[in-house]
């Protein structure tokens, strides 16, 4: 069997099914991307480049399109070249939204083109007017309507899709959504376990907890309004008056991944450490970190804190879960899917920092209560998120 997968950032939600299908000698596996720099196992690379750019003078509704254009003319460009080497795929899996599979049906048209659904914008009702202080307007409304445009010519060409969650899954159309299965990429339990002995202590970074017996943890790509970094920060100040031992740990990127950025150039990590009062001697920054070392992050915790607008939801509060965390996540939509106040974690209101900290001083209180939330969270992810099972329905569903 000949397998192609398409995503710009290798290998992504991709890595556990090339290794598993690559794996077998009787296939030949190509993982197209954008990404030169990152390699996996034995995974057969290839490399697609656009030969332009978004022109700036192009409406601003219409550039999400045209770049992704711009990135399923260089996937063609690609593919006509192991065309003509041999190489005829009989499964195309591209992540749908940035264009990488838009013209596959053209070059391959009797391959099964299979699509991996992330996110279907909706002006309402999800990510984009959650904020109340951050309105949404007609102009973004119109914007965020014509950046599904490269998502439907997917849903209209593939044979079919899959799509993380059910929340996810429920932002796209009615009329498509009998085409997309949900199907978590699965979290490797065996991985991310607990470790009773956990000692937090990062030779790389000069960062030793292990004296330390309140770490309060907090994972994202960026710190940004997407995945509650201002409110964190804000509980963070008012979790540093009342537990004087407490030290925080913070794994991301100084960045905004998703949303809006800052006038000024200014982050939102810039801004919180100007604006709240803090104790930067318990206050740790870690950046982006290997897993091994996130995987230590995550086993020293003794409190995890994931707060999400209704959007993606991220693996690291599945991971965090897995590991044995004790998670107190926002009551928000992607949240409610996995977690049950009181079962398997804590839920808060979003927008409220004072109700977070409350929250962290109630785990470190009802220290009875706490080891079964514990226990019953990594149950969750075993039940129905664990990695094997999962791997091997993506496998049926790719191959049925």
């Not at 445009?149 to 159309?173: A, Y």
């Not at 004087?244 to 100084?254: A, I």
């Not at 977070?356 to 785990?363: F, Q, S």
């Amino acid at each position: 069997m000949q397998v192609l997968f398409l995503h710009p950032n290798f290998p992504a939600q991709f890595r556990n099914l090339a290794v598993a299908i690559g794996s077998d000698p009787t296939n030949q596996v190509i993982f197209g991307t954008k990404n030169e720099t990152v390699t996996f196992g034995n995974i057969n690379k290839v490399i697609y480049q656009e030969n332009g750019t978004v022109n700036p003078k192009t409406h601003r509704y219409v550039q999400i399109l045209e770049s992704a254009v711009w990135q399923g003319q260089a996937v063609y460009r690609m593919a006509a070249a192991l065309k003509n080497q041999g190489f005829n795929p009989d499964i195309v899996l591209a992540h749908s939204g940035w264009g990488p599979g838009m013209f596959i049906k053209d070059i391959f048209p009797d391959t099964k083109y299979l699509c991996y659904f992330e996110w279907f914008y909706n002006a309402y009702g999800t990510d984009a007017d959650f904020d109340p202080e951050d309105p949404l307007n007609e102009d973004t409304a119109a914007k965020m309507r014509v950046n599904n445009t490269p998502l439907l010519l997917d849903l209209c060409s593939c044979d079919r899709g899959i799509c993380p969650t059910n929340w996810q899954h429920q932002q796209f159309p009615k009329e498509f959504q009998p085409k997309i299965q949900v199907l978590h990429d699965g979290i490797d339990t065996a991985y991310f376990k607990p470790n009773p002995n956990a000692q937090l202590i990062l030779p790389r970074i000069n960062l030793d907890l292990s004296s330390v017996s309140e770490i309060i943890t907090y994972v994202a790509r960026g710190m940004e309004p997407y995945r509650g970094f201002p409110q964190f920060m804000k509980a963070v100040s008012l979790i540093q008056q009342r537990r004087p031992n407490c030290h925080v740990v913070v794994v991301g990127e100084d960045r905004v991944a998703y949303g809006k950025e800052l006038p000024n150039e200014k982050t939102y990590k810039q801004l919180m450490l100007e604006t709240l009062s803090l104790d930067l001697t318990r206050l740790h920054f870690t950046g982006l970190l290997p897993y091994g070392e996130y995987l230590k992050v995550l086993q020293a915790s003794s409190v995890h804190i994931y707060l999400t607008y209704p959007f993606v939801l991220s693996w690291s509060m599945l991971e965090a879960m897995s590991t044995g965390c004790l998670v107190i996540a926002s009551a928000t939509p992607p949240v409610l899917e996995v977690i049950t106040d009181g079962e398997n974690g804590l839920l808060v209101d979003f927008f409220s920092p004072q109700q977070i900290a409350e929250r962290v001083d109630e785990v470190f209180a009802d220290k009875e209560k706490m080891p079964e939330i514990r226990y019953q969270a990594r149950k969750t992810i075993l039940k129905n998120y664990d990695l094997n099972p999962l791997l091997y329905k993506h496998l049926e569903w790719m191959v049925r």
